[in-house]
């Protein structure tokens, strides 16, 4: 299997997965295509809580705002997966919560391309072939590629740890990402909810903000009415239920945002 990942939209993709089928047999499932478009962390942030579901794959995925530049293209082996793309940091976040799941060890390599067809779509140019690549070979075989060289230089992205104070009643963090229904993701733990019903959320200054329910989930509360939730990646989330939390809270990503426990 050859995943596909991007912030292309249409009709990009389909050059790309064009290359893949012209070269190998490999089944090409596409992931998402309409990721944040140029963030790369957001994108990351994703990623991270797609692809370990995936059964063994090369996954290749581009968010790319460096295309053209002299960024490096990178292959991320972790046990029987590979992740195909560019240097940017994007590769990373997946990589370890994969080798978390599966007890694996993360080995990087940089992948050379002499002469693509293009400065604008390595996409198509550079990642694609580079996966067709990788899946004919196998993940085992990634070392023994003449494209393919072993390197620890290479951009490691990791989202901002939040800080949870010594009696941990309350915690300061930010917004890692806002998704389609306007749910505001932060890198807060989950724990910070335990036994809680109510919190206060506000600014990282403490000035304002509001005294929010703790739910379990969203249907928890009137339709339009806030809640604060432990979303399915295990962080905290601000929410409304069948609204946009993003807009209530005020908030956007790379915000920074205070929950304090009710007393």
Known sequence: MITLASDFGTPYPAAMRGVILDR????????????????????????????PWFPPAVH??????????????????????????????????????????????VETFDWHVDD???????????FAPAAAAVHEAGVDAIGTLDAATPTDEFVDLR????????????ATGEVLVVDGFGNVVTNLPGDLLAGRERVHVGPVDASGGAVYPVTPAYAHTEAGEPLVTVGSHGNVELAVNRGRGDELFGLAVGDGVRVTVER
């Open 24 to 51: 190998c047999d490999a089944r090409v499932v596409d992931v998402a295509h309409d990721l944040p478009r140029q963030d790369v962390r957001a994108s990351a942030f994703w990623l991270r809580e797609t692809l």
């Open 60 to 105: 290749c995925a581009v968010v790319d705002p460096g295309v053209g530049t002299d960024r490096a293209a990178l292959v991320v082996r972790v046990g029987d997966h590979a992740l195909v793309g560019p240097d940017n940091g994007l590769l990373l976040p997946p990589a370890r919560e994969i080798a978390e799941r599966t007890d694996a060890t």
């Open 116 to 126: 693509p067809a293009s400065s604008t779509f390595h996409g198509r140019d550079v």
């Open 159 to 170: 989202f901002p740890d939040p800080e949870i104070a010594a009696s941990a009643t309350s």
